[in-house]
């Protein structure tokens, strides 16, 4: 047999239960090897299903064991990991969800999802000092319209039609304590200003502010669009808030 | 450094609770810290200042039959160099094929062409790291008709081909042995012992075969089971000291008590080896 052969022939049946076992795979005193088989596929579809509950634990709190089991069989079995770094398995998972015919009745999970996917990418993003406060009132108020800055690594922006940040923070963790009641859309800010990952909920007009900005957007088209999208856009308020949240690292000054 | 115990995150404020232990180590699994920044590598950074460190590789996939990912390589590569662990491990099993991976340690043949390609997959690992890997025996539930030799023969060709040392996982010894029909002693008996750089110790599981007969399961999640603690006693016996690491990857217990498995382990080398301190 020649060396590539044995992976092509052992690789197809672990994602597939209705595959047989390999022709090549065999067991002492001609046992059968049904079982033995099952146990590698047992572990490749259990371990990528407790990567996905890794990933999304608000989805699966949320849902219950038994149905995110089963949602992330389907997913892994369709998208199974290209890279060996699991921590960047599931991007497809929130697309999926919102798609997978089960979850219709809870149409903000997959938003809820895009959030949790978020946090882990802040969690694992590169260290970079954030912009402290005393940047901004060090500028040329002459100069400002045209300040553009560089976006922290771990910041993100998920904007939900539906009360996401709410329902996220409700399932973080185990027992969490319920937040305010909110009914309307959420726009989730995801960021790590120190040592821990955080997620706020962004005012009004704060999504678009920060997602030029975070573009590269300079400072004065970044509130025009603020302010295009919510007349109530505080621009103070909001540009202190980026400040705490850590979200932007350095200034680089406009020509 | 003598015993050590995988490095589980919810542990980190007890360990840094106590004052450290002579010749405590710690081992994590290097794909966890292959993100770019953040906690993770903030917490082994903290531990590495007061722990030597073992660093296992888990998805190398040194048994595949293709090319090793140049990526993850450099990746592995760039961990050893910033941490500086005591040990470096891979194991003798693939993860990836077609573009996929597994997440699991899949195994492979024992044959001259499979011999070739992983010595080829090492000899590039060690070039990469500028230092010899220590390769880590498999657990198996499965043999393959077209296999030509053991794998205590086997992994003796590698080791003596390559120039790399041994993971020594007693745990996957009794495990296949059991699997597989054969004696863990007559395996120990014609594996390079001398070549043994570490010991792995971890708790296993049991399932059934196609026949009803008992199917032993590398599980990580339990204390390690008295006849493991045997072929330990027989070793260390055998060989003296040697680094020695007890697994636990879920089902976590207490610190205090993962601890204690470690303890047991240099207790084990006090005595069969009348070493002096622990």
């Keep these: 047999?020649?060396?590539?052969?044995?992976?092509?022939?052992?690789?197809?049946?672990?994602?597939?239960?209705?595959?047989?076992?390999?022709?090549?795979?065999?067991?002492?005193?001609?046992?059968?090897?049904?079982?033995?088989?099952?146990?590698?596929?047992?572990?490749?579809?259990?371990?990528?299903?407790?990567?996905?509950?890794?990933?999304?634990?608000?989805?699966?709190?949320i849902t219950g064991a038994e149905f995110f089991r089963a949602m992330a069989r389907f997913h892994l079995r369709a998208t199974p990991p290209t890279s060996p770094l699991l921590f960047d398995y599931g991007r497809d998972f929130p697309a999926f969800i919102a798609a997978y015919e089960y979850a219709q009745a809870l149409p903000w999970l997959a938003d809820v999802a895009r959030i949790e996917r978020a946090w882990l990418d802040a969690y694992h993003a590169a260290d970079r000092p954030a912009l402290g406060a005393g940047a901004l009132a060090a500028v040329d108020p002459a100069l400002l319209a045209d300040l553009r800055f560089e976006?922290?690594?771990?910041?993100?922006?998920?904007?939900?039609?539906?009360?996401?940040?709410?329902?996220?923070?409700?399932?973080?963790?185990?027992?969490?304590a319920p937040p305010p009641q909110s009914h309307g859309a959420e726009d989730a800010l995801i960021s790590r200003p120190g040592m821990d990952v955080i997620v706020s909920r962004l005012p009004a007009g704060g999504a678009a502010f920060l997602g030029n900005l975070l573009a590269g957007a300079p400072l004065g088209t970044a509130a025009a669009a603020a302010f295009d999208e919510a007349p109530s856009f505080d621009l103070s308020a909001n540009l202190a808030g980026m400040v705490s949240a850590g979200v932007l690292t350095a200034l680089q000054p406009g020509d | 450094m003598r015993a050590g115990t995988s490095f589980k995150h919810p542990h980190l404020p007890a360990i840094l609770a106590e004052p450290p232990a002579d010749g405590l180590f710690f081992e994590v699994h290097a794909e966890n810290y292959m993100g770019a920044g953040g906690p993770p590598h903030r917490m082994l950074t903290t531990l590495r200042?007061?722990?030597?460190?073992?660093?296992?590789?888990?998805?190398?996939?040194?048994?595949?039959?293709?090319?090793?990912?140049?990526r993850h390589l450099a990746r592995f590569?760039?961990?050893?160099?910033?941490?500086?662990?005591?040990?470096?491990?891979?194991?003798?099993?693939?993860?990836?094929?077609?573009g996929t991976f597994f997440n699991d340690l899949l195994p492979l043949p024992y044959t001259?062409?499979?011999?070739?390609?992983?010595?080829?997959?090492?000899?590039?690992?060690?070039?990469?790291?500028?230092?010899?890997?220590?390769?880590?025996?498999?657990?198996?539930y499965v043999a393959f008709a077209s296999s030509t030799m053991g794998e205590a023969e086997f992994i003796r060709a590698v080791a003596r081909r390559t120039g790399c040392g041994l993971l020594l996982d007693l745990n996957n010894v009794f495990v296949s042995a059991a699997n597989h029909g054969y004696s863990a002693a007559g395996y120990l008996d014609a594996f390079p012992l001398e070549q043994v750089g570490e010991i792995h110790l971890a708790?296993?599981?049991?399932?059934?075969?196609?026949?009803?007969?008992?199917?032993?399961?590398?599980?990580?999640?339990?204390?390690?089971?008295?006849?493991?603690?045997?072929?330990?006693?027989?070793?260390?016996?055998?060989?003296?000291?040697?680094?020695?690491?007890?697994?636990?990857?879920?089902?976590?217990p207490d610190w205090p008590t993962l601890r204690a498995q470690a303890q047991a382990a240099c207790r084990v080398m006090q005595q069969e080896a009348h070493h002096a301190t622990c």
């Design chain 1, 151 to 176: 976006p922290h690594p771990a910041a993100r922006i998920v904007r939900s039609r539906y009360p996401a940040v709410a329902i996220f923070t409700q399932h973080k963790t185990e027992g969490a």
């Design chain 2, 203 to 252: 708790g296993h599981s049991e399932q059934r075969d196609d026949e009803g007969a008992p199917l032993l399961i590398d599980s990580h999640d339990r204390a390690v089971a008295p006849p493991v603690w045997d072929l330990y006693r027989s070793v260390i016996d055998r060989i003296g000291p040697v680094p020695t690491l007890i697994e636990w990857d879920s089902d976590l």
């Design chain 1, 1 to 61: 047999m020649q060396p590539a052969e044995y992976s092509a022939a052992f690789a197809p049946g672990l994602t597939c239960p209705r595959y047989p076992a390999p022709a090549d795979v065999a067991a002492h005193r001609g046992k059968g090897v049904v079982q033995r088989y099952n146990v590698y596929r047992n572990n490749v579809t259990v371990s990528l299903i407790h990567a996905l509950a890794d990933i999304y634990p608000a989805v699966q709190r």
């Design chain 2, 49 to 70: 200042e007061r722990h030597a460190l073992s660093l296992h590789g888990v998805c190398m996939s040194i048994g595949a039959p293709g090319l090793l990912d140049p």
């Design chain 2, 77 to 98: 590569r760039d961990l050893v160099l910033r941490y500086q662990p005591a040990l470096v491990s891979e194991h003798l099993a693939w993860s990836s094929h077609g």
């Design chain 2, 112 to 140: 001259r062409a499979t011999l070739e390609r992983v010595c080829e997959h090492i000899d590039q690992v060690q070039e990469a790291i500028q230092r010899p890997l220590l390769l880590e025996n498999p657990a198996t």
